[in-house]
């Protein structure tokens, strides 16, 4: 009975939160509180705002002076390694002579975070028109910051995407009523990411600004990808900001019922203040290498690729699956037109090998065929994910994935060596190396946020090792085709991206760009970074023909999956072997099982893996 009051309680409350939009009237008195103590300074009085000079920037001038409509010029660069990928971040908005607009899915408030915000509102000080668009459930969660950041300067403005119950803090509470009461609407995320300057330069991939993206936490880090591309594509990037920076699920500060009700009770309004780093050397750091022109020209400038075609896809702001709306899954419906196309070879990157139904469909299609592609798929370990959940959806379907859509999976080990040497190799150079850390990460950081989105956005840690020393985890998304065509962006051809959240990025199309891809992803699925997931090896045949025709019936059913001996397990290079396919006769002789979850701890995220494998098929699509 309590439990079932306790879940009136919550839809009533929910209910009512959901009617409790600002009024006009609270609005105004918010705006014209603002617009009293905003601050209206300019540090630059130049017509260019004092912007820095920018080799990234100039290239993206001289792209554009060469392009006409009908051959088009790019500069592309493939953004690997973390260092580069927030220096680039860096010197462009300091470069930005006009507008800088910032699109993102999680912003958080540790080092990577308050870099770049403190960036932006410098940015603004000069002159700069900055426009920052984040999704409300992951980002800001600080009313402080926000009372802050609506005055730091008149030239900075800031929006939330699909706020809970029209508030910028979305409480455990609130989080479950939002559940209840409009699910539909709650769960649909903007998941975008874009850095787009002067509408002639811009980055878009899988990196929020949170120090994990960047290599930049002290106990787990994302191996991640962006793509900087310089020409005419920014402008579609900036037409794409454009829409979701107008659509009505994007609110301005002052309408949102805490920060209001915050800003009208201010005694005194709040001032910017410079950040507080945890490791300020390491901040100080990027920001060097952000200025130098040796450094830049090694690691951003020279790696350029100058392309012809390059294409910048967006879905629509509230995307759904109803099919009247299925113009709002632009993005989405292109990739799969990718993977269709393929004749030769699909590398398909991502850190949730959870396939939707249309997915499942094409690559099946794929596989009928009397000469099917091969599809490599470098995808996470239990070992490796943050989104433990999500994973044992992975591990429930091996055996379609690799009897029924020919996978060749490799998960990725906790300990990637190709992890850590990136990070390494992009400080050479610098006059000061990376410093040791100086503080442990503080234990608010180290606590889950409760979400049904798995761990995605969270600050949750993976499941325990067996193990130690510094982990990864893939967070990279994307795809080459054949070696003609290669996307990067945010979309991890799994069902939340197909049907909730909005996607991005880009498609390029030159066989140059395609090979670094390529080898890129590939460096990744090397046996010192990854496992194989291959059939178990016959020992008995006829048990193990009734152990794999018990796991396949278990496998089917929407509940009750318990059995324990899956079709598949993962498997590990013995020393002195090359690598082979699992479908190569020598394959037993040279690699060895290292059973389904290596490395992993018993744990109750363990047990929890077994349990959503066994009873979680239904949450497939929010996960």
């Not at 959870?354 to 995808?379: C, G, N, W, Y």
């Not at 959240?501 to 891809?517: Q, W």
């Amino acid at each position: 009975m309590s439990s079932r009051l306790f879940s009136l309680s919550l839809l009533l409350a929910a209910l009512l939160l959901q009617g409790c939009a600002v009024s006009r009237a609270k609005i105004h008195q918010a705006d014209l509180a603002v617009a009293d103590t905003i601050d209206r300074q300019l540090t630059c009085q130049q017509a260019d705002h004092c912007a820095q000079p920018s080799p990234l920037l100039q290239a993206a001038d001289s792209a554009l002076a060469q392009s006409t409509p009908e051959q088009p010029m790019h500069v592309v660069t493939l953004l690997d390694d973390s260092e580069p990928a927030l220096a680039a971040r860096v010197n462009l908005v300091r470069a930005a002579r006009k507008s800088i607009d910032v699109q993102t899915f999680i912003w958080a408030q540790d080092d990577a975070g308050q870099l770049m915000l403190n960036e932006l509102v410098q940015a603004a000080r000069r002159g700069v028109t900055v426009r920052i668009l984040a999704d409300q459930l992951f980002s800001f969660n600080d009313l402080d910051l926000l009372d802050r950041l609506v005055r730091a300067s008149v030239n900075l403005h800031v929006r939330l995407y699909n706020p809970t119950f029209h508030n910028a803090r979305t409480p455990p509470l609130e989080f479950a009523a939002g559940v209840i009461c409009c699910f539909m609407k709650f769960n649909q995320r903007m998941h975008n990411k874009l850095l787009v300057v002067d509408d002639s330069i811009g980055i878009t991939g899988g990196r929020n600004y949170e120090d994990r993206y960047f290599n930049w936490d002290d106990d787990f880090n994302y191996v991640d990808r962006d793509v900087m591309v310089a020409g005419p594509a920014a402008r579609e990037m900036a037409d794409s900001f454009d829409l979701f920076w107008n659509h009505r699920r994007s609110v301005p500060l002052t309408h949102l019922r805490d920060l209001n009700k915050r800003i009208l009770s201010d005694d005194e309004a709040p001032t910017w203040r410079p950040p507080q780093y945890r490791r300020p050397l390491r901040v100080a750091q990027v920001q060097q290498a952000a200025e130098d022109p040796s450094w830049l020209h090694a690691w951003l400038v020279a790696p350029g690729i100058e392309v012809g075609n390059v294409d910048y896809f967006s879905d629509m702001p509230t995307k759904t699956r109803a099919p009247k709306r299925a113009r709002a899954q632009v993005f989405t419906r292109h990739i799969m037109h990718m993977i269709a196309s393929a004749k030769r070879e699909v590398l398909l990157q991502t850190p949730y090998l959870v396939m939707s139904d249309q997915a499942q469909k094409i690559f099946r299609r794929l596989h009928k065929r009397a000469e099917p592609p091969r599809i490599v798929v470098s995808t996470n370990s239990l070992a490796s994910t943050d989104a433990f959940a999500v994973y044992a959806m992975s591990y429930k379907h091996r055996k379609r994935y690799l009897t029924k859509f020919g996978f060749e999976i490799h998960e990725m080990k906790p300990h990637a060596v190709a992890a850590a040497v990136d990070n390494e190799l992009a400080n050479l150079g610098m006059d000061s190396p990376t410093p040791a850390p100086e503080t442990a990460t503080p234990a608010s950081a180290r606590q889950a946020r409760f979400h049904l989105l798995g761990s995605r956005g969270s600050s949750s840690r993976p499941a325990p090792l067996l193990s130690e020393g510094r982990r990864f985890g893939l967070h990279a998304k994307s795809i080459v085709v054949d070696d003609n065509f290669a996307m990067v962006g945010s979309h991890n051809f799994d069902p939340r991206s197909d049907h909730y959240n909005t996607e991005s990025g880009v498609i390029v199309y030159d066989r140059h760009f395609a090979d670094e891809l390529r080898s890129s992803i590939l460096r990744d699925t090397q046996p010192e970074n990854a496992w194989v997931i291959a059939p178990r090896r016959p020992v008995v045949p006829v048990l193990t023909d009734i152990n794999q025709a018990i796991g396949t019936v278990s496998e089917h059913l929407p509940l009750f999956d318990l059995w324990p001996f899956r079709y598949a397990t993962s498997y590990d290079l013995k020393p002195g072997c090359q690598p082979l396919l699992a479908s190569d006769p020598n394959f037993f002789n040279c690699y060895r099982p290292v059973g389904d979850f290596p490395d992993v701890a018993l744990s109750p995220k363990l047990i929890i893996t077994r349990l959503i494998t066994a009873f979680g098929v239904g949450a497939k699509g929010i996960l």
